[in-house]
């Protein structure tokens, strides 16, 4: 039996190791059934997500206070009930729906994209909110919270700056080894987005507001103008111009917004 107040003192990859062990050994038993008994596998996949997440917050307070002795880890994360940090959420969120959109019009003026009409634009916008809100609240939570967290107790703030971005990028990138090769120019705009996250937390005295907002803004604008089919590509350029299999993240044009947003970023986080 593992003394739960000895693997402070474990080292990183140690500790996150029998995190996710515990968590998964909660998880598994629950999950396999959804599996087995729901057909649908897009719904098998969103119940069986929302249950690890539900888990995952189930299992951090546990953690804070049997590893480290602390009984407000949340808060520690930077997940604080205030107003500034909600006003800080908003900011981020209208900052990246507004670089998202801003990047697609610039590209419409060089006829790059040609702009579309879209009849459930509503709709589209209310179900993409609700989703870019859950992974920004989700994702950031994980990878801006925890994993943050606990690089830091171990190592110098440059070091997990960079280990968390390489963590946030490998985990969106790794998939099949066809998938791989296909998305492959995607993981330096990966990269680049990790480390503004962290940029955008510290900036703000540690609190996640505004990193939630921001990752809930891009992928909120994406998904109105990927879902929405607002945009239609002209081919006037090559795709890694405009972005590999119209992903963003994976062209020119992408990582130069995004260098644009990770210079301002990391002059606030200084």
């Known amino acids: 039996m593992i003394n739960p107040i000895k693997i ?20 598994l038993p629950l999950a396999a059934p959804i599996y087995l008994l729901v057909k649908d596998s897009n719904l098998a996949t969103i119940l069986t997500m929302g249950l690890l997440f539900a888990e995952f917050l189930f299992l951090l307070p ?23 940090n909600g006003f800080e ?7 990246g729906i507004s670089i998202t959109f801003t990047l697609f019009l610039v590209q419409g003026l060089f006829g790059f994209v040609a702009w579309q009409n879209s009849d459930n634009l509503p709709r589209i916008i209310a179900e993409g909110l609700l989703s870019a809100l859950g992974v920004g609240f989700a994702e950031e939570l994980v990878f801006r919270g925890w994993l943050l967290d606990e690089l830091q107790r171990d190592y110098n703030y440059q070091i997990s700056l960079r280990a968390n971005s390489l963590i946030f990028a490998l985990s969106h990138f790794i998939k099949s080894v066809e998938g ?48 929405g089919e607002l945009v239609r590509y002209s081919g006037s350029v090559p795709d890694w111009v405009t972005g590999i299999n119209g992903n963003p993240l994976a062209g020119a044009v992408g990582l130069l917004f995004l260098s644009v947003l990770a210079v301002g970023m990391r002059k606030m986080s200084q």
């Open 180 to 227: 791989m090769l296909r998305s492959w120019p995607q993981f330096p705009g990966l990269l680049l987005l990790g480390l503004i996250l962290v940029w955008a937390k510290r900036s703000r005295q540690n609190r996640l507001g505004l990193s939630i907002g921001l990752h809930a803004g891009l992928v909120w604008g994406y998904y109105i103008i990927n879902v």
């Open 89 to 95: 959420f908003l900011i981020g969120l209208a900052i």
């Open 62 to 84: 546990r953690w804070g206070k049997q590893v480290y002795g602390q009984t407000q880890l949340l808060k520690s994360y930077g997940l604080v009930n205030t107003r500034q």
């Open 8 to 27: 402070a003192s474990y080292p990183f990859p140690l500790r996150v190791i029998i995190f996710l062990l515990i968590l998964a050994a909660i998880w």
